[in-house]
């Protein structure tokens, strides 16, 4: 696969054909590590976006971040190639957005510069390339933003030999499969 578009057309198909139990299993995996990590147990605020269509489940994730007494806000496409998070308080706050996928739909927007952010991805490499959905959301978000703590998760099946990388690609700081930690 020399391509991100042959990447992520592999990928999807990967993730069609993984069960629903599969994703809720490993996402269980994930979240545990995730919940492990000094940059979670430290951090006062989490930015994590609202899983949809088979990614890794991050309800966990936000749900101990609210019980440990930290913000937590998710993302929103607010503008043709910008994005921005808000603060949520309940899953309740979140509707169909962009693309189907769940978002804020009001609220306070969320300014912190040394957030725990969790990344999502359609596939990454052991360098910690990331493909992604292939707006650029999130690498611009982050090259506007540098100082988050960002750790990506993702399914094993979701880990490809190389993604092929950009001068705009910014790469997780780690990423957190339900086998192994990349650092």
Request: proline share 5%; with cysteine.
């Given at each position: 696969?020399?391509?991100?578009?042959?990447?992520?057309?592999?990928?999807?198909?990967?993730?069609?054909?993984?069960?629903?139990?599969?994703?809720?299993?490993?996402?269980?995996?994930?979240?545990?590590?995730?919940?492990?990590?000094?940059?979670?147990?430290?951090?006062?605020?989490?930015?994590?976006?609202?899983?949809?269509?088979?990614?890794?489940?991050?309800?966990?994730?936000?749900?101990?971040?609210?019980?440990?007494?930290?913000?937590?806000?998710?993302?929103?496409?607010?503008?043709?190639?910008?994005?921005?998070?808000?603060?949520?308080?309940?899953?309740?706050?979140?509707?169909?957005g962009y693309f189907q996928i769940?978002?804020?739909?009001?609220?306070?927007?969320?300014?912190?510069?040394?957030?725990?952010?969790?990344?999502?991805?359609?596939?990454?490499?052991?360098?910690?390339?990331?493909?992604?959905?292939?707006?650029?959301?999130?690498?611009?978000?982050?090259?506007?933003?540098?100082?988050?703590?960002?750790?990506?998760?993702?399914?094993?099946?979701?880990?490809?030999?190389?993604?092929?990388?950009?001068?705009?690609?910014?790469?997780?700081?780690?990423?957190?499969?339900?086998?192994?930690?990349?650092?």
């Amino acid at each position: 696969m020399d391509s991100k578009k042959e990447i992520r057309k592999y990928i999807f198909g990967r993730r069609k054909e993984t069960s629903v139990e599969e994703v809720e299993e490993n996402s269980r995996v994930i979240c545990e590590k995730i919940l492990a990590l000094p940059e979670f147990q430290q951090a006062d605020c989490v930015y994590a976006y609202a899983d949809y269509n088979k990614e890794v489940i991050t309800k966990g994730i936000i749900e101990a971040a609210w019980k440990a007494g930290k913000r937590v806000a998710v993302p929103k496409v607010t503008g043709a190639h910008e994005m921005k998070y808000y603060y949520i308080t309940s899953f309740d706050q979140l509707s169909p957005g962009y693309f189907q996928i769940p978002e804020p739909s009001e609220g306070e927007e969320a300014l912190e510069e040394t957030a725990f952010l969790v990344v999502p991805g359609v596939a990454f490499d052991i360098n910690r390339h990331r493909a992604g959905y292939g707006q650029g959301f999130y690498d611009r978000y982050l090259s506007q933003h540098p100082k988050h703590k960002t750790v990506a998760v993702a399914f094993e099946f979701q880990i490809v030999e190389e993604v092929p990388a950009e001068v705009t690609d910014i790469f997780p700081q780690k990423v957190v499969t339900e086998a192994r930690v990349i650092e």
